[in-house]
């Protein structure tokens, strides 16, 4: 009966599948697996609903990016996002790609320096990294993240709108996914990080010493290959767009009167 | 003279709490939302969950996080109005402040990597430091935000709940998940894939356990959302046993190994929203599960990567 044990993820994937409402498929699993470890232990810790309050409540770090909410939102108010695309448009070399090179570079360089920031989802790919992609790309009419606001509102949309509303997504998409790969690939480069401190300590426990600094040497193919692809993957998402945009310059769709 | 004594993580808690609190309040008065006041009840809920949740009993914390989800599953979580800026005022706002606009948004992570260098030593810790200082400049942040712009404080109110509103009840699925991922190690759900792994592996070539290794642990991570909790599992389970000890592979290249490869799960998975499924709420994209998509390819790649990473070097030392 032991796999019984796996219900709450069975839970999940079938509520993923069925495009359920994420956060009752999820507290569903937690209760589901409460219960089955509860009939097959006859007992669950303190109980199911105080171990997923108390559980939530533990975790309270992982949402204090609320508090930098307002301040990014009154900064979007008076322009930031129209300063961001005025500064790429005087680099005249920029391109999507190449900016999320450059950043996906800047923030290995914040992980090797020991630098945690917490999101950086937040505090740079909104405020900064999209607002100075989009327009890179010649999508500076969209607006920022918010994008799809900025243009026809009410309007019906043009095919040429439909097209660049894509483009927008894989862009939002890419900048995100840049963090994302900078930030795994790239923070056990420090010696000093939860990552490879947690690979000491769990190679201790097992009963083998290792040097942090070691651990971190590691990481360094690990940082290159990351880079190397994601590079790639940038210069990709180029190609994809000038052929697009030069597809859309041979073709004008009719615009609406 | 020390000043550890602020950097308690209930100082940040609290203020995120009266944040949510006052969104909740606006949110009430907003009557473009048709959801009003399940959405300020939303808020409200989660903001007694933060300010108050070390306080209250662990059994009431979790009927408000039912609550909370009850509210998002009757679909009463919905956006309103904010007196949101038009694109002739955001082109002046930025013709008047230039790149001083700036300043606020360097402020914070440069003020937050500033304390953890200065605030650091005995009677600090390290990441009790780290949160309450992106919380304190997050504050500065605002202050000085507010001097530039010459804006009035309420607008913060409308600003935050419109980019609070926009993430909607997408940002409490990082906590949630995490909330699930404990209540799957309670129940042992590591155990039992470690151990029918563990079962099945053929234990004679090198290859294959480092492919089993690499697989195992990126599934789990897959199923856990977070790297950090599969890795214990599957080294104690797999790595450890299996991989170190029968070929005499370098504990610190399987130890590294396991944990970033566990990465190319994280990149794939819903589970881990805060990756994956918060920044396109944040970023306001169509495509809910954008990034997952376009992250996949390159997880698969150095999943490649690091097996032979893992495989060629253990070869090559032997």
């Known amino acids: 009966m032991e796999w019984l044990r796996l219900i709450g993820v069975a839970v999940v994937v079938v509520g993923f599948a069925l495009r359920l409402r994420v956060t009752v498929v999820v507290l569903a699993a937690g209760i589901a697996t409460g219960l089955v470890a509860k009939g097959l232990d006859g007992g669950f810790g303190p109980g199911i609903l105080p171990a997923l309050g108390q559980a939530f409540v533990n975790g309270r770090i992982i949402t204090l990016l609320v508090l930098s909410l307002p301040v990014l939102g009154l900064l979007e108010r008076a322009g930031l996002q129209e300063e961001c695309s005025r500064v790429i448009r005087r680099a005249g070399a920029a391109t999507a790609g190449r900016l999320l090179v450059a950043y996906h570079v800047f923030r290995s360089l914040i992980g090797i320096a020991g630098i945690r920031l917490g999101s950086g989802h937040v505090i740079f790919t909104r405020p900064l990294v999209v607002p100075m992609a989009l327009p890179a790309a010649g999508l500076a009419g969209s607006a920022g993240p918010g994008g799809s606001e900025g243009g026809a509102s009410g309007a019906e949309v043009s095919p040429d709108d439909a097209d660049r509303a894509v483009e927008i997504d894989r862009i939002k998409a890419a900048a995100s996914a840049s963090e994302n790969y900078a930030n795994f690939f790239g923070q056990n480069l420090f010696f000093g990080s939860p990552g490879v401190a947690l690979v000491v300590k769990n190679l201790a426990d097992n009963g083998h010493v290792v040097s942090a600094l070691l651990v971190a040497k590691l990481a360094i193919p690990v940082a290159i290959a990351a880079l190397l692809l994601a590079g790639l993957q940038y210069a990709l998402l180029d190609r994809w767009l000038r052929r697009r945009q030069a597809a859309r310059a041979a073709s004008p769709a009719e615009i609406a009167p | ?318």
């Not at chain 2, 009463?76 to 001083?100: I, N, W």
């Not at chain 2, 990441?127 to 202050?143: F, K």
């Not at chain 2, 698969?300 to 070097?313: I, T, Y």
């Open chain 2, 1 to 318: 003279m020390s000043l550890a004594w602020l950097f308690d993580l209930e100082v940040v808690y609290v203020a995120t709490g009266v944040v949510l609190a006052v969104f909740a309040g606006f949110t009430l008065a907003d009557r473009a939302n048709r959801a009003r006041i399940g959405t300020a009840m939303f808020w409200l809920v989660l903001g007694v969950l933060f300010a108050l949740g070390s306080h209250l009993p662990a059994w009431l914390n979790g009927v408000l996080v039912v609550i909370l989800v009850a509210i998002d599953g009757l679909g009463l979580v919905r956006q309103g109005s904010y007196r949101e800026a038009g694109q002739a005022e955001r082109a002046a706002g930025a013709d008047r402040h230039g790149l001083l606009l700036f300043v606020p948004v360097v402020l914070i992570p440069t003020l937050t990597y500033a304390g953890t260098r200065v605030f650091q030593g005995p009677g600090y810790t390290a990441n009790d430091v780290l949160y309450v200082g992106l919380g304190l400049s997050s504050a500065v942040a605002t202050v000085v935000a507010l001097w530039i712009t010459r804006a009035r404080p309420v607008l913060l109110a409308h600003d935050g709940r419109r980019l609070a509103d926009a993430i909607g009840a997408v940002l409490i699925l990082p906590q949630l998940l995490a909330a699930l991922g404990e209540m799957f190690k309670t129940a042992g759900v590591g155990r039992v894939i470690a151990s029918s792994v563990a079962a099945v592996i053929p234990t004679d070539s090198l290859l294959a356990v480092v492919l089993v290794t690499c697989a195992s642990v990126v599934l789990f991570t897959f199923i856990m959302g977070n790297s950090f909790a599969a890795f214990p599992v599957i080294m104690a389970g797999i790595g450890v046993p299996l991989l170190i000890e029968p070929f005499g592979v370098s504990p610190a290249l399987v130890g590294l190994m396991t944990l970033t490869v566990a990465s190319c799960g994280t990149l794939c998975t819903p589970m881990a929203a805060n990756f994956n499924l918060l920044p396109p709420a944040l970023l306001e994209m169509r495509d809910r599960h954008g990034v997952i998509k376009f992250q996949a390819p390159v997880a698969a790649a150095m999943f490649a990567v690091h097996v032979l990473l893992l495989w060629g070097l253990a070869s090559f030392a032997a």
